[in-house]
């Protein structure tokens, strides 16, 4: 028996070796799933049919649409041409005809399935412990929740996996981050992850797979891992993982695509054993304290621009980049962002659309109203939360706030399905870029949690979730 | 693909730091069906004002960037999303290597793929080259070294393997598909 202690990345790295690196050459490594959507496979299926290939296994791909997706309903193809721009229209279009010729089955809009990539593979329990998962999206990373090595490629790479159901990687570095402490009233795991990528800044975890440890870890649900794990890209890390425990059986327990009878006890045996070895060896550690941890907020232009919600906005830092962030975010050295005025209010992304993210923004907006100067859009992850959410009653304490609630999708997060935030509106969003105009041309986006979010609409300035009495 | 062995050009430079993959192409692009004509769209926002007119002082208006192939970026260049997009505008604009002190790793990997290449130098050739926008320099991918008509030099490191695929005009994709052995293999095995 091999006796060096490994981290969890290391065994599921280990456990999907086609071919082993060498210095010439990078490993091979098998991807137990792809998970594709409209906006970046077109390319790589026109490369299949050039080459003449076809999908290894079709079986392995798990397709559906959601980044150009409108989130007005639809019940036919013919109202995309009223609801939808031609460029995304034809894009869904596209997917449509890709996965029928190439033999995969897609989540479209006929299905109850259908919504976030990175929101139903968890949700049908296609995500799994010790799996490897590709996507042609950088918030891949969202699957490691659940200890699964999940992480975005491009499109070229896309085509490879599709016809080859492998990929050519160098093997990263690991990062160990040491949560501590427990979260107190008000904060979420959003607040963790933007105070993470706070600290080890936006590229502090190149070339690294993150693993979250310490003794935060076991009181955090999946859906907190999920958006902890989500964000590790801004912190530039290529994955993040959570070694899976007892919360992460019990929730892909029963799913659609879960192992089942016997499997499932199997199943369950070996993702036991993927933990980090005592004694296994990080490239790199950080600590995070989270008792000491506020409700966070970024005040410039990308994820690691951030502070605390009460915090004034730092002073300059002498780069180029940092001064046209504040020029661009209209927001000034030494003024706190509490109480300014915001214009939109975004709850939903891959990030912050599962159904304990509506509830956390529900407990809030029940029987209150959110601001008429404020549009506040809220968009759950998947056709299966918002059935959810509805026989919760939770559309209901929306609607009743003023809220406008939509179909499952992309939708603000990056504005390519018309729902942009408007040039030069100020938006308070749950989503996890704030890069210039990233909810579309001329938008400015502080990123939040869900309840800061709510309270921001309901206060119409950014507002500290607390004043409203969170439990 | 165009085999990549050496070529020299003049630089411009865009020395913010984070230049996110948002900004290299907009995502209101993406639905662009194929590559061709996507370098139209490059920094699209930074580019062209609110009419869609070309921002002048912007550096890819100016008319020395019609001639560059080498463009001289802040550190982490590339981050955020994974759109290949981005390299793909920046090939069909005319670019042949990114200069900075760090790159993201997805944009990296998808650079790498489409003949455009990353190219680290530490910081004091970093800050030579942005402070002498403009300058010839000379990439020589089979030595891994870059050079400055003034006479500075410094060697970079590109992953062999697509250094090799670069050189040869080798697609990877070919490399993957000739394992295939070795993938049944894996695949009975489990």
Known sequence: ?471 | MEKILKFSSTTINLANEDIDTDQIVPARFLTLPSKEGIGDCLFYDWRFDKLGHPIEDFVLNKPEAKNSSILVAGNNFGCGSSREHAPWALVDFGFKAIISTSFADIFKNNALKNGLIPITVPEDMHKKLLGNEGLEVAVDLDNLKLETELGNSCSFSVDPFSRYCLMNGIDQLGYILSQELEITNYETSQ
Request: proline letters at 5%; glycine letters at 10%; aromatic letters at 6%.
């Open chain 1, 1 to 471: 028996m091999n006796s060096r202690p490994k981290t969890l990345f290391e065994k599921v790295w280990e456990q999907h070796v086609v071919v082993p690196e060498t210095l010439d050459t990078p490993a091979i490594i098998y991807i137990d799933l792809h998970l594709i959507h409209e906006v970046t496979t077109p390319q790589a299926f026109t490369l299949l049919r050039e080459n003449n290939l076809k999908v290894r296994d079709p079986k392995k791909v798990l397709a559906t649409m959601d980044h150009s997706t409108p989130t007005v309903p639809i019940t036919s193809l013919k109202d995309l041409d009223i609801v939808s721009e031609k460029g995304p229209a034809n894009q869904i279009r596209d997917m449509i005809k890709n996965c029928r010729d190439f033999g995969i089955e897609l989540y479209g809009f006929e299905s109850d399935r259908r919504g976030i990539v990175h929101v139903i593979g968890p949700e049908l329990g296609a995500t799994q412990p010790g799996r490897t998962m590709v996507c042609g999206d950088s918030h891949t990373s969202t699957h490691g929740a659940f200890g699964a090595l999940a992480f975005g490629i491009g499109t070229t790479e896309v085509a490879h996996v599709l016809a080859t159901q492998c990929l050519l990687q160098r093997k990263p570095k690991t990062l160990s981050v040491n949560l501590t402490g427990n979260l107190n009233s008000g904060v979420c795991a959003k607040d963790i992850i933007l105070k993470i990528v706070g600290d080890i800044g936006v590229d502090g975890g190149t070339g690294h797979v993150i693993e979250y440890r310490g003794n935060t870890v076991s009181s955090l649900s999946l859906e907190q891992r999920m958006t902890i794990c989500n964000m590790s890209i801004e912190g530039g890390a290529r994955a993040g993982m959570f070694a899976p425990d007892q919360s992460t059986f019990d929730y892909l327990e029963n799913r659609p695509m879960s192992p089942k009878g016997d499997d499932w006890v199997k199943a369950v045996n070996e993702w036991s054993n993927l933990v980090t070895d005592d004694g296994a060896i990080f490239d790199k550690e950080v600590d995070i304290d989270i008792d000491a941890l506020q409700p966070m907020i970024t005040f410039g232009t990308n994820p690691g621009m951030v502070m605390s919600i009460d915090a004034e906005v730092p002073h300059h830092n002498g780069s180029q980049s940092f001064k046209q962030a504040l020029n661009y975010m209209k927001v000034e050295s030494g003024k706190p962002l509490l109480e300014k005025p915001i214009d939109v209010v975004f709850i939903g992304s891959c990030t912050n659309s599962r159904l304990s993210d509506l509830q956390d923004a529900a407990d809030i907006l029940k029987d209150r109203k959110v601001d008429s100067n404020v549009r506040t859009m809220i968009v759950p992850g998947s056709q299966a939360i918002k059935a959810e959410a509805e026989s919760l009653g939770l559309d209901q304490i929306f609607k009743k706030a003023g809220a406008e609630w939509r179909e499952s999708g992309c939708s603000m997060c990056l504005g390519m399905n018309g729902d942009t935030v408007g040039e030069g509106k100020l938006a308070v969003s749950t989503s996890n870029r704030n890069f210039e105009g990233r909810q579309g041309k001329g938008s400015r986006t502080i990123l939040a949690s869900p309840k800061t979010a709510a309270a921001s609409a309901i206060s119409g300035v950014v507002q500290d979730p607390r004043i409203y009495g969170d439990k």
